[in-house]
């Protein structure tokens, strides 16, 4: 079955260290995203890239860093910059830029320790 | 600029009643409109969508949306929920704004079904 597999399900990172998130997609996807979900805020968008080889900061890029090197991947590195990385991440992909619904991941819970 | 406010954060409910769930939207262009449920430690999935065409969508688990350009609404109503029915539900809006498509969601109501 055809779908985004987001991995480790839990990580933790310590003070001062860079941890990247893996995202990887079969659906044949254009565009990819990462979110950011804080209780009661919602998703907050980090990244979306919508072609390989390129991608764009979202509203709390700082602290963060992506790539796109292949269509079918699209992973997140949370870096020591990023002082309050306890959250839980969520990957996206959709077909293109329209009215297409996203497909989500089932997620990435990251904790300092 | 698009925006999403979903006027409700919990909405608890016995089981077997009706609920419905608010969301309204702010845009200056035509919009595409979804409604997402979130399970515990899960990612989110598409439950309805409204892009053209009927204002009233449905799901295949019997919630249904109505599409309100007057009121820039887009409540989601369900006549008699089930315990499973508890999660995490988020309104999301898109549309041709600045030249991309990404979506802009709300903060999530907590739909919360009691025996």
């Known amino acids: 079955d055809g779908g985004i597999t987001q991995s480790p399900k839990y990580l933790f990172r310590k003070e001062g260290q860079n941890v990247t998130l893996s995202c990887e997609q079969n659906l044949n996807h254009d565009a990819m995203y990462w979110y950011r979900q804080d209780p009661g805020q919602g998703l907050r968008l980090i990244y979306y890239?919508?072609?390989?080889?390129?991608?764009q900061k979202g509203d709390i890029a700082e602290g963060y860093s992506v790539s796109r090197e292949k269509k079918e991947s699209f992973p997140l590195t949370v870096t020591s910059a990023q002082k309050n990385p306890t959250a839980f991440y969520l990957c996206?992909?959709?077909?293109?830029?329209?009215?297409?619904?996203?497909?989500f991941g089932d997620g990435t819970r990251l904790s300092i320790l | 600029a698009q925006s999403v406010t979903q006027l409700d954060s919990q909405v608890p409910v016995f089981e077997e009643a009706p609920v419905e769930l608010r969301c309204n939207y702010s845009s200056s262009v035509s919009v595409y409109l979804f409604w997402y449920v979130q399970y515990p430690n899960q990612g989110l999935q598409l439950l309805l969508k409204?892009?053209?065409?009927?204002?009233l969508v449905e799901s295949i688990n019997g919630f249904e949306a109505e599409f309100n350009k007057s009121q820039t609404s887009f409540h989601l109503r369900k006549p008699s929920v089930h315990i499973s029915d508890t999660a995490e539900y988020f309104c999301?809006?898109?549309?041709?704004?600045?030249?991309?498509?990404?979506?802009?969601f709300g903060r999530g109501t907590s739909l919360i079904v009691h025996p």
């Open positions: 890239s919508q072609i390989v080889n390129d991608f």
């Open positions: 999301a809006v898109s549309g041709p704004g600045g030249g991309s498509y990404i979506p802009t």
């Open positions: 996206a992909s959709s077909p293109d830029r329209g009215n297409q619904p996203q497909h």
């Open positions: 409204y892009l053209s065409g009927s204002t």
